[in-house]
Structure formats: C-alpha cells, structure tokens
C-alpha cells in the first residue's frame, strides 16, 4: 500500500459558514456504475481521498456505504456528501430522502446534504430548504447546502429562509465561470463546489495552451493542472474518473503551484459554454 499519508495531510480544508470544515479536494461519483462503485470508491480511498460526493439519483450510495465500512477509516476522517433528488422535493419527501440516502450509505449523519436541482417549475424549493434546516438541527446532516441555485434562487433563498446554504455545487471549468453568481454567494458565506470541473472531458480543454505549458512547466498532467486552478481559485472539487491510475493522478495536485500568469491564462478560457442541462430546464 502506497503511503499517502503526506499527501493526505497537504490537501487544503476550507471552513464553511457553520464552522465545520470540508476538505477542497474530494471524488465525485456520478455515472460511476452501481455494481463497480464500492471497488472504484475503495481506490480513491487508498489514494488517499477523504471527500466523497454521491447523490440519490447517482443509484450508488450503497456502493459508497461499502467502501466507507470496509476502508476501517475512522468516520470522523470522512467527508460525505450525498444529494436529494428532484421527486423528493417538499418537506415529508425530504424527510423520507434523508434516512433513505442515511440507510443506504450505512451512516446515522451525512456531512453535507444537498438540494440536487432547485426544480423552479415545481417552486416548492423554499419549503424543501426548511425540511433541511430541520434535518441539520436533527443532527442527521452536519452542513446543508444547495445545488444548481443560479442567482434568482439564491437571492431568494436567503430571503426568505433562516440558514444560509453552507455550498452551491455549479457547473463551474475553465469554460463557464459563472462569475457574477460565485462572487455573490461568496460575499454571503456560501463556498463554491465545481461540478464537471474537468468540464466532463466533453471539450478541448486538455489541448490549449494555456492548459499544456503549465502542464509543461510543471511536468503535471493538463488534468493535474485544471485541478490546482480549481484549487487555488478557491474551489470545492470533487474530479471523476474510473480509472484507478487517474483516480491516484487527480489526487497528486499539492506539491506544485501555478504562478499568477498561469492563473490568468486558465481564467482567460471563460466563454460561457455550459457542457450539461441548464438548471431552470431540470425539473
Ligand atoms: P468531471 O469534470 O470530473 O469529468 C470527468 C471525466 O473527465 C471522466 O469521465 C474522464 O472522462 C475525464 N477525466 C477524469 N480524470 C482525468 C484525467 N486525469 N485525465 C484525463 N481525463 C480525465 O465531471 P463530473 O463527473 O460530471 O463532475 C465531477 C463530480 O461532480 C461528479 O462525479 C459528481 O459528484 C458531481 N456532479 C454534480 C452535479 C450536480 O448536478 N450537482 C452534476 C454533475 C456532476
């Protein structure tokens, strides 16, 4: 067994607004096949990932809860996120979604819960957020937070509600930054988790230059080098991959810095390019 133990430890933690602390680097488990997940979750576990984000509509969670009790790591060491989905929205519903999700991943408290999708043609969003203040008071979900909330939702959100969302998981690479919206959240204490922060692998990200001479520089991966954008712009990320070997890669992004140029550089590549669903057309 590798020992990952220095690199464990360099992996930066960010405090949310509730005082708890989230590490910024974690694995993300969407489209991970249900029946692979607990092997595909043991590695990013012996890689030495501590942050696991899963989602009721993922169908993965027991693989997830497998690889959490067969790991033997002590549950205070772990950070799990797990999601409600868009047919659990409304206060009983969500109620139901939390022990649901708590049964399946083996756990009594998730670290974060989150609303998946704020689902604005159903607008029942509010009252689903206030189930989650509930949840969180009961102990059942240490932090709460939202999902795919773009400016209209949040503003209203912390309107009209008493706990402000500890994280908003965006849609958030290189190629939509969503800046107007993150620089409002953070000014509110909401951190900011980059979802498909690779950009799903569904554009030429890995192929400009902007990404390859740092990647250069740095004898780094492009991916590696995407990833330590994420990190020193201030972003949660949870990277994706099947593959044990990227798994570890994804991982090794601590013991480099990109300089102030290169920052710009990737910064520079925003274009508004969403590469998955817009959230007002969820629901
Ligand atoms: P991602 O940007 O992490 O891309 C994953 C893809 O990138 C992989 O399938 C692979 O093709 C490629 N890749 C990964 N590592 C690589 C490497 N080292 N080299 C080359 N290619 C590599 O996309 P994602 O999985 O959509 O996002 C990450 C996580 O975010 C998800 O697993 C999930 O946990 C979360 N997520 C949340 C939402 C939401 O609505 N809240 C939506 C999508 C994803």
Redesign the pocket.
């Known amino acids: 067994m590798t020992d990952t133990t220095a690199s464990r430890s360099a992996v930066p933690t960010i405090e949310l607004n509730d005082g708890t602390t989230i590490p910024q680097l974690?694995?993300?488990?969407?489209?991970?096949d249900p029946a692979q997940t607990e092997k595909i979750v043991s590695s990013a576990l012996e890689a030495g990932y501590r942050h696991i984000?899963?989602?009721a509509i993922?169908g993965n969670e027991e693989g997830v809860g497998r690889a959490i009790a067969a790991s033997g790591i002590p549950r205070d060491e772990l950070f799990i996120?797990t999601?409600l989905w868009n047919t659990e929205h409304g206060t009983e519903s969500a109620f139901a979604a939390i022990d649901a999700s708590l049964g399946k991943l083996g756990l009594d408290r998730v670290d974060l819960y989150?609303i998946?999708?704020p689902s604005p043609a159903q607008d029942r969003y509010i009252e689903t957020w206030k189930a989650l203040e509930q949840i969180q008071q009961q102990g059942k979900a240490r932090s709460i937070g939202v999902?795919?909330f773009l400016l209209p939702q949040l503003t209203r959100l912390l309107a009209e509600t008493d706990v402000v969302p500890a994280v908003d998981?965006?849609?958030l690479?290189p190629a939509l930054q969503s800046t107007e919206l993150t620089t409002f959240a953070r000014s509110k204490g909401v951190q900011i988790?980059?979802?498909?922060?690779?950009?799903?692998?569904?554009y030429d990200l890995?192929e400009v230059p902007e990404v390859t001479g740092p990647a250069q520089a740095h004898g780094k991966?492009?991916?590696?080098v995407v990833?330590r954008w994420h990190l020193q712009s201030g972003n949660i990320?949870?990277?994706?991959?099947?593959?044990p070997?990227?798994?570890a890669?994804?991982f090794a992004v601590t013991d480099f810095e990109l300089t102030d140029a290169e920052m710009a550089g990737i910064t520079g590549l925003e274009r508004g390019h969403r590469?998955?669903a817009h959230p007002d057309e969820?629901n």
């Open positions: 974690g694995f993300g488990v969407f489209k991970v984000d899963t989602a993922y996120t999601k989150l998946h999708w999902s795919n998981q965006i849609e690479h988790e980059a979802w498909g922060p690779l950009g799903q692998g569904k890995f991966t492009p991916a590696q990833i990320v949870f990277p994706k991959s099947n593959n070997a990227r798994i890669e994804n590469v998955s969820v």
